[in-house]
T-cell receptor, first 112, second 112 residues
Framework: KQEVTQIPAALSVPEGENLVLNCSFTDSAIYNLQWFRQDPGKGLTSLLL?????REQTSGRLNASLDKSSGRSTLYIAASQPGDSATYLCAVITGTASKLTFGTGTRLQVTL | GAGVSQSPRYKVAKRGQDVALRCDPISGHVSLFWYQQALGQGPEFLTY????????KSGLPSDRFFAERPEGSVSTLKIQRTQQEDSAVYLCASSIPRGKLFFGSGTQLSVL
C-alpha cells in the first residue's frame, strides 16, 4: 500500500527566503506526482504535475523535482511571499490505479 | 462549467439523518473522484468514476456511504444514518484520465 509522508508538518519563514518542502513515498512504481496548494476552508489547487519519466517541473517561482528511485520529491519556492502561506500537499498515482494518494501536507506561513 | 462545483457548501445534520452531497465536474472530464478530509489531514480517497461506471469504491468506509453518477456527469455522494465520525470535508475532483486533478471547494459536513 502506497504511503506518502511530508516533512516538515509546519514551517514558518520570513518573507523573501527560499524554501524546500519534502515529500517521500514508499512505492516507487508511480505514474505521476502532483503538488497542490490548499488555503483554509478551500479546495485544492494543482500547482505542478510531474510524470514518472520527468525529473522536474517549473512554474514561476515554483520548482518541483522527482527522484522516483529513491521515492522523493521536493517543492522549491523561491523568494517567498506572505501570499504563499497555505498548506502544500503532494500526491501520487501509483501503478495502474487512477486515484491519488495524498500526504498529510506541510503548513507554510510566510511572515512579513 | 468553469470549475468543479459542489453543493451545499456547509451541511449540518443530526445523528441518524441521511445526507446527499452534489458534485458538478468540469464539462468533458470523464474521471470523477470523491475524497474525505479530516481536520489537519490530507484527503483520503473514497471512490472513483469513469463516466457513469464506478470503477473503485474501495475507500468508502462503510455500507452507509453510497455514490452514483448515473449520466456520467453530475455525481451524488449519499451518507445514510450519519454518525459523528462522518464529520469532515467532502471533496470532489474531476480530470481527464490520470491527468491533473481539479478540485471543488468541498462540502463541510458537521454531524451533531
Amino acid at each position: 500500500k502506497q504511503e506518502v509522508t511530508q516533512i516538515p508538518a509546519a514551517l514558518s519563514v520570513p518573507e523573501g527566503e527560499n524554501l524546500v518542502l519534502n515529500c517521500s513515498f514508499t512505492d516507487s512504481a508511480i505514474y505521476n506526482l502532483q503538488w497542490f496548494r490548499q488555503d483554509p476552508g478551500k479546495g485544492l489547487t494543482s500547482l505542478l504535475l510531474i510524470q514518472s519519466s520527468q525529473r522536474e517541473q517549473t512554474s514561476g517561482r515554483l520548482n518541483a523535482s522527482l527522484d522516483k528511485s529513491s521515492g522523493r520529491s521536493t517543492l522549491y519556492i523561491a523568494a517567498s511571499q506572505p501570499g504563499d502561506s497555505a498548506t502544500y500537499l503532494c500526491a501520487v498515482i501509483t501503478g495502474t490505479a487512477s486515484k491519488l494518494t495524498f500526504g498529510t501536507g506541510t503548513r507554510l506561513q510566510v511572515t512579513l | 462549467g468553469a470549475g468543479v462545483s459542489q453543493s451545499p457548501r456547509y451541511k449540518v445534520a443530526k445523528r441518524g439523518q441521511d445526507v446527499a452531497l452534489r458534485c458538478d465536474p468540469i464539462s468533458g472530464h470523464v474521471s470523477l473522484f470523491w475524497y474525505q478530509q479530516a481536520l489537519g489531514q490530507g484527503p483520503e480517497f473514497l471512490t472513483y468514476f469513469q463516466n457513469e461506471a464506478q470503477l473503485d469504491k474501495s475507500g468508502l468506509p462503510s455500507d452507509r456511504f453510497f455514490a452514483e453518477r448515473p449520466e456520467g456527469s453530475v455525481s451524488t455522494l449519499k451518507i445514510q444514518r450519519t454518525q459523528q465520525e462522518d464529520s469532515a470535508v467532502y471533496l470532489c475532483a474531476s480530470s481527464i484520465p490520470r491527468g491533473k486533478l481539479f478540485f471543488g471547494s468541498g462540502t463541510q459536513l458537521s454531524v451533531l
